[in-house]
Structures are given as C-alpha cells and as structure tokens.
C-alpha cells in the first residue's frame, strides 16, 4: 500500500508523465542509453519491437576499431578513439552487475594490405595510435598458421575486441540488476508531439507519456523519425558471418585482408566476415556468401579446413552516409534525440555515442564536438 501510495505520488510529480524517458529500440546503443538516464537517476522505459539485443549489436564481430581506421573521417575515429579507452572499464562493470564475461581481449589488429602506410602513419600519428610496421618474418613469427604472401603488414596492437552475443546478454542482465523496465516485443509506432514537443510513445498496446524520448532503433530508425518529421539517411546494410569451431591459438590477432576478417575468440572459435549487402530488411543468408567466406578463410588459414563451419548467421547494419552517426536532437521538437546510423562500427563507437548524448540531453559539456554528428552536417 505505502508503495504503491510512493509511486502515485512520484507520478504525480512528473505530471502526466509515466516515465522521465523512453528509449525506443533495445540494441546496444539503446540497452547503454537506457542504462546512462538510469544511472543519472531518471525513470526509464525500454521498448523493443522483438528481443533486446537480438539484431546488429548480436550479429556483429566486436573488433573494437574501424577496419582501416585511417579511411574514416575525423568524426568517426574521434568517437572511436573515446570508446577504446573506456570499453575495458565497461566490460569489466557489466561482469560485475552480470556475472557474465563479454571477453574484452586486446587482440591487436593484423592488416595483411599495407598499400596505405602513408596514410595510416598519418592517421596513427594524429591520433597517438601505435602502429607497427612488420616485415616478413615478423608476421611469419606473430601468426605462423596464415598463409600469406606479403612482405610486409600494417599491426596495430592496441585494438581489442569483445564478443557481441556475451556483451548484449551481459547488458540485458545489468538492465535487470538497475531495475530498468523493459518491454519487449511492444514497437513504438508513433511519437506524439503537442506545441514543439515530445509527449508520449504510441505502441498497438498503449500509450506512455513521457517527455524525452531517445530514438535508437538501428537500422529501422529512417520510418519511425520520419514519422516524427526528422529526415535521417539510414538504410539496412546485411552483413552476414560465419563462425569456425576451432581450437585456441590457431591465430592469436585479429587480421585483416582485402576487407575480409578474422576473430579469434578466446575458446577457440574464429570468425569470418563479413559481406555488405543493400537488400532491404532481407536476413537471410545465402549460399553464395558462405562459400565466399569459407573459401577466404581457408585461403587465410589453410588449418581451418579441418573445421566445422559452426553457424552463419545475418544483420542489418544500421548503413550511413560515411558510416558518420546521428547523435543530438531536432530544433524544433524538444524532448525528441536520436542515436543511430552507427553503420559497420556501432560497437565501438556505441559507447562514445551514448555519453555524447547524455551531455547533450543534460545540458553538460560533451566529451567531443557534436556538429558532425547533427541532422544538418556534412556527411
Ligand atoms: C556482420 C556484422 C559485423 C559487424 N561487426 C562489427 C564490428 O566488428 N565492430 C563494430 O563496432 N560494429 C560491428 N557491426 C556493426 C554493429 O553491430 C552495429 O552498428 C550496432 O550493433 C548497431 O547497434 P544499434 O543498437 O543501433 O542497432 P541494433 O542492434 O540493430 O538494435 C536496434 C533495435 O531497435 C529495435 N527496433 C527497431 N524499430 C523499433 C520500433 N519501432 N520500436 C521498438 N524497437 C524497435 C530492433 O528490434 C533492434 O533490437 C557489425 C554488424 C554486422 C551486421
């Protein structure tokens, strides 16, 4: 009775409003959003229209850097560069919330294509990224199993990597340990404004007042802020995966050649990635791909041939112009911010992204300059 007397009372000091904030998506950039307001003390609803964590943010690889990170803009490496100096922290508090292990690992990043070492030098200086250069027998000596004929490869040693499917499970679970209420299968379908701003999402079920909304919804993000009046260019890019049931050690790094990738996970898994496909929200895989991946992997690592091809699996990247994100809010809609088109990198620029916002939203200083990130900038 008291407390239910407890929450009548603080409802009624939020006005009408159920919740302070209601995140509409629950991939990684809305499980983090959600869990930040939390943090700072708000209410908070998460609302997905399927399963938390279920699509981009379980599909992807966790390499914690942009392939080639040298061909990003500024903009993109910026936020990478603020996330891989604190996903170790993270990684280590969601285990302590969760009890699970997302396997934060520095791998380092080994790219067999070094006809850029003019303009990654450059990017690594500007950036105070270490950046070996490695002849022969140095890459004979870091990965003996690759079968490779370069005389020399580009190594970037400080690039970790965390697995996707432990991480979204591990931010699920640290949801639950702050009390955040989560919905699942419930999509929003509408934003309703009244005289410039936000006051409630719509859902088939119900409709939950509220004054700020963050819009976090991956690659499904262009329709729903549409319908809200913002025009964002967001498109779902497919990527699909296969994963090898192989034994530890077999590679030891990350490597990197002609667009195609390597993981090793820490129990002997290695992944294979990925394709880029523009064929709408269309997950399926194809047999075209697989035998694309699975020829690449065994060229890479002739050992793999012995192992079984464990799963292949798809997701919609959230695809961007320049893979540059939509961080901030529209002018004339107040209470309504958005976070998506994080692209081939949501991983690790996710991180990054959600602080951005969240100084946005508190009106604090940010970590970063956010103009490349609004709705009106160049990308
Ligand atoms: C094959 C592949 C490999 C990748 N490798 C890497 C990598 O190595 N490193 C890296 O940094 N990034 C990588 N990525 C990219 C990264 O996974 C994505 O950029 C990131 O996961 C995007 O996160 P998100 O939360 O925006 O989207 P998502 O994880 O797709 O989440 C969006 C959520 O919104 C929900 N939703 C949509 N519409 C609504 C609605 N109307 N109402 C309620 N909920 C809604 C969806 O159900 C979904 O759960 C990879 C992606 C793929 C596919």
Redesign the pocket.
């Known amino acids: 009775m008291q407390f239910l007397l407890l929450s009548l009372l603080a409802t009624a000091l939020r006005g009408n409003s159920l919740y302070d904030c209601v995140v ?7 499980m983090l959003s959600a869990r930040q307001m939390k943090l700072e003390g708000r209410s908070v609803l998460l ?4 399963s ?13 850097s942009p392939l080639y990170p040298w061909r990003y803009a500024d903009a993109v490496s910026r936020l990478a560069a603020y996330s891989a100096s604190h996903y170790h922290s993270l990684a280590q508090t969601l285990m302590q919330e969760s009890g699970i292990d997302p396997e934060w690992t520095q791998s380092g990043l080994l790219m067999l294509d070094s006809d850029e070492k003019t303009q990654a030098q450059a990017w690594a200086q500007q950036f105070a990224v270490e950046l070996q250069i490695l002849e022969r027998k140095s890459i004979e000596a870091l990965e003996p199993a690759l079968a490779t004929q370069t005389n020399e490869a580009l190594f970037l040693p400080s690039v970790a990597q965390l697995r ?1 499917p432990r991480l979204v499970k591990a931010l699920k679970a640290s949801l639950q340990y702050h009390q955040i209420d989560v919905s699942e299968h ?4 509408t934003i309703e404004q009244k005289n410039g701003r936000v006051v409630a999402v719509n859902t088939a079920r119900r409709r939950i007042p509220t004054e700020t909304v963050i819009i ?5 993000s262009a329709a ?1 802020l549409a319908q809200a009046g913002i025009q964002v260019e967001v498109e779902p890019v497919r ?3 296969l994963i090898y049931k192989a034994v530890p050690e077999l590679i030891r790094h990350i490597i990197l050649d002609q667009g195609h990738y390597l993981i090793p996970r820490r129990d002997g898994r290695i992944l294979i ?2 394709t880029l496909e523009y064929v709408g929200y269309d997950k399926s895989t194809t047999e075209q791909a697989r035998q694309q991946l699975s020829t690449r992997a065994v060229e890479l690592l002739p050992a793999l041939v012995q192992y079984q091809i464990e799963k292949h699996w ?5 695809g961007s112009p320049s893979g540059i994100p939509y961080i901030g809010c529209h002018a004339d809609t107040e209470g309504l911010y958005f976070n ?1 088109g ?9 991180l990054a992204s959600v602080q951005l916002l969240h100084e946005l939203i508190h009106g604090r200083k940010p970590i970063l300059d956010p103009a490349p990130y609004a709705l009106n900038a160049t990308r």
């Open positions: 509409v998506g629950g991939g990684l950039i809305g609302l997905d229209q399927g938390l964590g279920a699509e981009s943010s379980w599909a992807g690889g966790g390499i914690l996707n419930e999509a929003a379908n976090t919804a991956g690659a499904w729903l990527g699909q995966m990635g990925s798809s997701g919609l990247r959230p998506c994080h692209f081939r990198y949501g991983v690790i620029l996710g």
